[in-house]
């Protein structure tokens, strides 16, 4: 089992930056993936950012392509996502979620089975 715990959300301004945070539970093996999603409350949750142990491997939305980054601290166990040039339209519960299904780079939800528990970020104009 592998627990995930979401920190760093917050309101900024447009134009700020947040970096989100991803503790795991556990080392996971490099045949995992850890993903980014947000929702927005009433809405369907979209990927975001994903990152493979593997071979450092990353997968972005278009949207936030060259805005924000994934990366990971081994020693720590933490998946980070650091934002960028943030938008109103970047307002969301973030979600971490860690998966090793095959392809598991892509942002699709089937990919992960574990998930946290969210963060809000909120971006005003």
């Known amino acids: 089992q592998v627990q995930l715990a979401e920190s760093g959300g917050g309101s900024v301004q447009a134009g700020g930056s947040l970096r989100l945070s991803c503790a795991l539970s556990t080392t996971l093996s490099s045949t995992y993936c850890v993903a980014w999603f947000r929702q927005v409350s009433g809405k369907d949750r979209d990927g975001v950012a994903s990152?493979?142990?593997?071979?450092?491997?990353?997968v972005y939305a278009d949207s936030v392509k060259g805005r924000f980054t994934v990366s990971q601290d081994n020693e720590k166990n933490t998946v980070f996502l650091e934002m960028n040039s943030l938008q109103p339209e970047d307002t969301a519960m973030y979600y971490c979620a860690a998966g090793n299904r095959m392809g598991c780079l892509q942002l699709r939800e089937e990919n992960y089975g574990y998930w946290g528990q969210g963060t809000q970020v909120t971006v005003s104009s």
């Open positions: 990152f493979y142990r593997g071979n450092g491997g990353t």
